[in-house]
């Protein structure tokens, strides 16, 4: 079993910035990966960006591309998201979720089916 915990949703004006954190109990699988999703009221949750636990590689969806950064600290287990540029269609739920199921030669993906445990989110909330 594997718990993720989310910090750091706020309310933010457009053109704002945030990170978020996804504090993660140890995971003692060789290879996996953590994931960022959202959902906004009435959408689907859709992937955002993802980070491979073993080399650092990360995934970004085109939304977010050159504006969220993902990162992590191993000896902390925390995986950050920081969000600058805030649009108001960023205006969701945000999640982070571990696949357990990498293998060495895998990258990640921002696929929710794949993820195994995931956490209860945080609000970020982009308005004037």
């Known amino acids: 079993q594997v718990q993720l915990v989310e910090s750091g949703g706020d309310s933010v004006q457009p053109g704002g910035s945030l990170r978020l954190s996804c504090s993660h109990s140890?995971?003692?699988?060789?290879?996996?990966?953590v994931g960022w999703f959202r959902q906004a009221p009435g959408k689907e949750r859709e992937g955002i960006s993802c980070i491979n636990s073993s080399d650092g590689a990360t995934r970004y969806s085109d939304p977010v591309k050159g504006r969220f950064t993902i990162s992590r600290d191993r000896f902390k287990n925390i995986v950050y998201l920081q969000m600058n540029g805030l649009q108001p269609e960023d205006t969701a739920h945000y999640y982070c979720?571990?696949?357990?199921?990498?293998?060495?030669?895998?990258?990640?993906?921002?696929?929710?089916?794949?993820?195994?445990?995931w956490g209860q989110g945080t609000p970020v909330t982009v308005s004037s």
């Open positions: 979720a571990a696949d357990l199921k990498l293998f060495r030669s895998n990258m990640c993906d921002l696929s929710s089916w794949l993820y195994d445990y």
């Open positions: 140890t995971i003692t699988a060789d290879y996996f990966g």
